[in-house]
């Protein structure tokens, strides 16, 4: 039971209902059709039904909420729950909205059969979308129980209350949920009011409530789509090219097919898989074939250590996505500063895998895509069968930070699955595919120039920076790896660039410090040397490493304490709040003498300019000798608007404070001239328990009332540069190179000798 | 047929004796706590206890182990009855995604079996061998840290011992 019983007003009731007619004046979007429009932009205010979230595209109440006559409550949402606690934090929102026991509440996640297309789960977006439409959605359904029991009951509606999913009357009389609902009741398009409980009011919204994912994870019950094992099923493998250009030329098939256990050898042009009963015996025969596989071509990758070079040579489509009256020579001190990053990976630890069963009927895939609708496009394309024919289910996977493998290993176990028929076939990739296939987050360039008056401000300002796209999932079939392989192959869909506000490889480029003039500019390369795609919060991991690290030498030539200069260029309120708590919890001001090869460094940044703002202060020592970076205390603030579920949103934060210290210090993809090198983990290093800070603390600002901003990404860009920041601290030595790992940070010390290093 | 000794349950058998265990478990009998993660015991995705030790399930053939107590994340407990180690990280919402979790429980409870006052630089250095993508190491931390103190309170009978330093 909800300890307290929420009192509906009239007003509430009124607009709830009297606006039932009303549907959404906004056009259906195209979420389908043209991924990149699939992520919404924009921030608007709550009030009044504002920010409807994905309302907006699917405004049936029940098509979010469904109450069935027996009382039981159901809960649908579009996105899906990739480790970042989504499932508790919308049931949060549904179970204070609706004022029911959160215990008792249903989830059905991202089901093409079953719930809205909400696109993708990406971007930091699914407390925005997914939140947003529930948190109306529940507030209207409550709203309308309660209009229908005023004149059952014969009170007036602003004298009941509810609570424990009935609707009371002041004199005792009571009828639950199940009771008052009627079949058409929630079959109507939401209102453009919703009588949202006050926040002050709130008992489930803005509690750590347990995830409710956890407790099957620690003790080996079925979580994972790893973990599925539908009767009947059967395993394949995929063997890949040895080079992503290479062509297959011959393959004995037949020695294959009869070791013990295998069902089929499937080729169809140089897409080449393996379907076994058993998967040690099937990942026997993968090797088997591979051996007997003869390919022919190759990729020509360029040279791994000048690809910043490359990329600048690439030809490029420039836009100005801010330009204010930049001058180019005022006067002052002028400083420049060119700063890159290599590929990197997502490198989840348990590869990807899908289970996928061709019936008469149709296909089922079950996924850990983040797109289950755009994977169902793409899926539908390349099997050349209607979208209908097609149904994707997520199943949750290993954490997957962006495009990973997920689509992939669905359409080769969709391309498996239509040679055996009726059997479920779950593909899992081996780590090396893992690691040289999934599409990569782009190499970048970033190149920055200031001018800073005599008073110590910054008055011009200039970002260049050069990358690929962030975005190549699917909605096409030319977007599934082996997709491209096939006999009659599908080609890859020309890239764009996804546009501002929220931006691709420009993400965050535009500052949002205050200068008087400025200029930045997005240089879009559709060439792609590698496969690219969206990584953890895109574009803003570099551009924020940048802004953020370019501050800090500005400051240091003007003379200003780091945090001090951020506020002086900062009027956004909320930023001001985050970066001054996190200098204030940290300890900022009097962390002033240090011992030598320590250092501390600070980073801020709104992710997107529009959702959460996050700033991280930390400290860490450098090892002369080595090279190594071991970083100690972390205090992060963070203010992601509501905060529904703090635990999550602090176990977002820590995450990615830790991720973004791997991608930092360690993390970069090896190639060759034709093929990529980094096939493990002994190849592709990531951070391990020895390089884990020494503390992490995170401190939110709720903002109760305010609309949710999103959590997942903001952590990324801000502990990059908090990380050099401290590096050029201890040192004395600039890096803008990332990653600062040991034989760079050893070089830059050879070079030129640090003042303050041990 | 090699007879396995599981969670104290004897299990026949019938997979090639050079299959790792790793896909015994999940494949032949049904237990998925132990998962693939890289096949090259570089990650510690699939660590399972053997004798006591922690070991990579992904490169030890079933051949090795007949005659061995094998214990697996199931073994610590169930969903209603988590032992200390699952109670602590559920108490610790130790987990994004969760996928390293159950080797990082199995390491650490080999860990605490040896050496029950091992404190968080003991823990630190033990689970270098285990990867975790999603950045859930404090919380891994603080996790194991509990599951001592909750199994040094068990075998005292005692009142719970003082807490090592609190990682948050
Ligand atoms: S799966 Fe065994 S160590 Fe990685
Ligand atoms: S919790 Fe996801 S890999 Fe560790």
Known sequence: ?758 | MITLTINGTRHDVSSDPATPLLYVLRDELGLHGAKYGCGFGQCGACTVMVDGRAVYSCVTPVAALPGREIKTVEGLGTIDSPGPMQRAFMDEQAAQCGYCIPGMMMRAQALLEQNPAAGEQDIRDHLQANLCRCGTHMRILAAVQRAADLMRSAGDGGPSPVTTGAVR
């Open chain 1, 1 to 758: 039971m909800s300890p307290v019983p929420h009192v509906v007003s009239r007003r509430g009731v009124l607009a709830g209902s009297g606006a039932l007619v009303m549907s959404f004046a906004l056009a259906r979007t195209a979420f389908a059709q043209d991924p990149q429009e699939a992520q919404n932009v924009g921030e608007e205010a709550r009030k009044p039904l504002p920010q409807p979230g994905s309302l907006k595209n699917e405004p049936l109440l029940d098509a979010w909420i469904r109450i069935d006559a027996d009382g039981r409550i159901t809960v649908f949402t579009g996105k899906a729950e990739l480790g970042q606690g989504i499932k508790t934090a919308l049931l949060q929102v549904a179970a204070e909205q609706l004022d029911v026991p959160f215990e008792s509440l249903t989830l059905v996640t991202a089901d093409t059969a079953r719930t809205a297309n909400e696109g993708y789960t990406a971007g930091s977006h699914s407390m925005q979308d997914s939140g947003t439409a529930i948190l109306h959605a529940s507030a209207q359904v409550r709203a309308l129980l309660v209009a229908a029991a005023a004149g059952r009951l014969g009170v007036a509606a602003d004298r009941l209350r509810t609570g424990g999913a009935a609707v009371t009357a002041p004199d005792g009389r009571s009828l639950s949920y199940g009771e008052i609902v009627t079949a058409e009741m929630l079959h109507v398009n939401a209102a453009p009011q919703s009588p949202l409980k006050d926040p002050a009011d709130h008992t489930v919204m803005g509690r750590p409530v347990p995830r409710v994912d956890i407790p099957a994870k620690v003790t080996g019950g079925a979580a994972y789509v790893q973990d599925m094992r539908p009767t009947g099923l059967v395993h394949g493998r995929i063997v890949r090219p040895p080079s992503p250009g290479a062509r297959l030329r011959a393959v004995d098939a037949a020695a294959v097919e009869q070791m013990p256990g295998v069902l089929k050898v499937v080729r169809n042009g140089s897409f080449l898989g393996v379907v076994a009963e058993g998967e040690w015996p099937c990942i026997q025969a993968m090797r088997r074939l591979a051996v007997l596989a003869r390919w022919e071509g190759h990729s020509d990758l360029p040279d791994a250590a000048t690809i910043d070079q490359t990329i600048l040579k690439l030809p490029s489509q420039d836009t100005d996505i801010l330009d204010t009256g930049h001058l180019g020579a005022p006067e002052g001190r002028r400083f420049e500063a060119t700063f890159t990053k290599p590929y990197q990976m997502h490198a989840s630890i348990g590869p990807s895998c899908a289970i996928a069963q061709a019936t008469r009927d149709g296909m089922t895939v079950w996924t850990h895509s983040q797109g289950a609708y755009p994977l169902r496009d793409a899926l539908a394309e390349m099997l050349q069968v209607p979208p209908d024919k097609v149904r994707c289910i997520h199943v949750e996977g290993s954490g997957c930070y962006g495009h990973n493998g997920a689509d992939d290993v669905a359409a080769d176990a969709a391309l498996l699955a239509v040679a055996v028929p009726d059997r479920p076939v779950r593909v899992q990739w081996m780590r090396e595919d893992e690691h040289r296939y999934e599409p990569y987050g782009p190499a970048m360039v970033a190149k920055l120039t200031a001018v800073l008056d005599r008073s110590g401000r910054i008055v011009d300002w200039t970002h260049d920076v050069w990358s690929n796209t962030h975005l190549t999932r699917p909605g096409r079939a030319g977007h599934l790896l082996p997709a491209l392989y096939l006999q009659q192959p599908f080609t890859p869909p020309p890239p764009k660039p996804l546009p501002q506000p929220e931006g691709g490889g420009d993400r965050n480029a535009i500052p949002l410090y205050r200068f008087p003039r400025g200029r930045v500019t997005n240089h879009f390369i559709p060439d792609m040397p590698l496969r690219v795609s969206a990584l953890r919060s895109l574009g803003a991991y570099h551009n924020v490493f940048a802004i953020e690290t370019f501050l800090d030498d500005l400051a240091a030539a003007a003379g200003i304490d780091p945090v001090e200069f951020r506020l002086n260029h900062m009027e956004d309120p909320r930023a001001r709040d985050v970066i001054s708590k996190t200098a204030e919890a940290f300890g900022w001001s009097s962390a002033g003498t240090r011992r030598p090869g320590t250092g501390r460094g600070f980073g801020f940044a709104r992710y997107k300019n529009l959702g959460a703002y996050t700033a991280v202060a930390l400290d860490l020592t450098v090892d002369r000798d080595s090279g190594a970076v071991t970083v100690g205390r972390v205090v992060a603030a963070v203010d992601s608007g509501e905060a529904v579920n703090p635990s999550g949103i602090r176990n977002q934060i820590e995450g990615a404070i830790v991720q973004s210290t791997s991608w930092t210090l360690f993390e970069a993809v090896r190639f060759d001239r034709t093929r990529i090198t980094s096939r493990s983990w002994a190849d592709y290093p990531i951070l391990r328990f020895d390089a884990v800070p020494a503390s992490v603390e995170v401190h939110i600002i709720d903002r109760p009332g305010q609309p949710f901003l999103g959590t997942g990404e903001s952590g990324q860009g801000p502990t990059a540069a908090a990380i050099a920041n401290a590096v050029a601290d201890a040192t004395g030595v600039r890096l803008r190179d990332l990653p600062l790992d040991r034989a760079k940070v050893r070089t830059a010390l050879g070079r030129r000798p640090a003042s303050r290093a041990g």
